[in-house]
């Protein structure tokens, strides 16, 4: 497998723009191209790496912290318990969080090994075993609108497996009855026009 032997000059506006983690970011990016990735890209506004264009791993920044996300993390080994789940209801990928630049330096080494080891899942052909759509609780006010507008549920079928997920999810977040009531009620248009929540 040949190794990416130089970085794509595209994501130099990414790198060099000032923003908030910044440097972390660049020795992020500096370990990553240390392990035998094959592409540098954009992917969903951050970088991501891959090999063969399958997706190992991502950079992403939020208020609090940066992260690398392991698209197969769930199925590395993570012998130094560093990986997150970053909510409940993500399945296959998992975090390591930071928030400043000594911690990424003092994890360098730690940081390439994972790095090598999701190259090493992916190439294997490990598959993240998901949950089925029927194996997440659906909402008694999900049920109840449902039942009382054919359509809807008729809508609600027809969507796939990944989109009926992502709105079980979100409506399943609210804690009060009410809330979820109203999350049902926002995106029943979305829903009947067979589209996905972030459609």
């Known amino acids: 497998m040949k190794k990416l032997n130089k970085t794509n000059s595209k994501f130099d506006s990414f790198f060099n723009k000032p923003q908030q983690w910044g440097e972390e970011f660049s020795k992020l990016r500096a370990i990553i191209l240390g392990c035998p990735v094959t592409e540098e890209e954009l992917k969903w506004g951050w970088p991501c790496y891959s090999v063969d264009g399958k997706n190992i791993v991502l950079m992403h920044g939020f208020k609090e912290y940066c992260a690398l996300l392991f698209f197969k993390g769930v199925l590395m080994k993570d012998p130094k318990g560093i990986l997150i ?6 399945q296959g990928p998992r975090q ?17 090994a994972y790095v090598n ?3 090493d899942v992916e190439k294997s052909g490990a598959k993240v075993k998901l949950k089925a759509t029927s194996d997440f609780k659906v909402p008694e ?3 109840r609108k449902l039942e009382e507008n054919p359509a809807l549920k008729k809508a609600f079928e027809a969507l796939t497996p990944g989109r009926q997920r992502a709105y079980l999810f979100f409506f399943s977040q ?26």
Do not use: W, Y
């Open 117 to 119: 080891e999701a190259i």
């Open 174 to 199: 609210a804690k009060q009855s009410q809330t979820r009531e109203a999350r049902i009620e926002k995106c029943a248009p979305q829903i009947l026009k067979g589209k996905g929540l972030n459609d």
């Open 85 to 90: 789940q970053q909510t409940e209801h993500v």
């Open 141 to 143: 006010e999900l049920k």
């Open 96 to 112: 390591v969080r930071f928030t400043n630049a000594k911690e990424i330096a003092k994890m360098a080494p730690v940081l390439k």
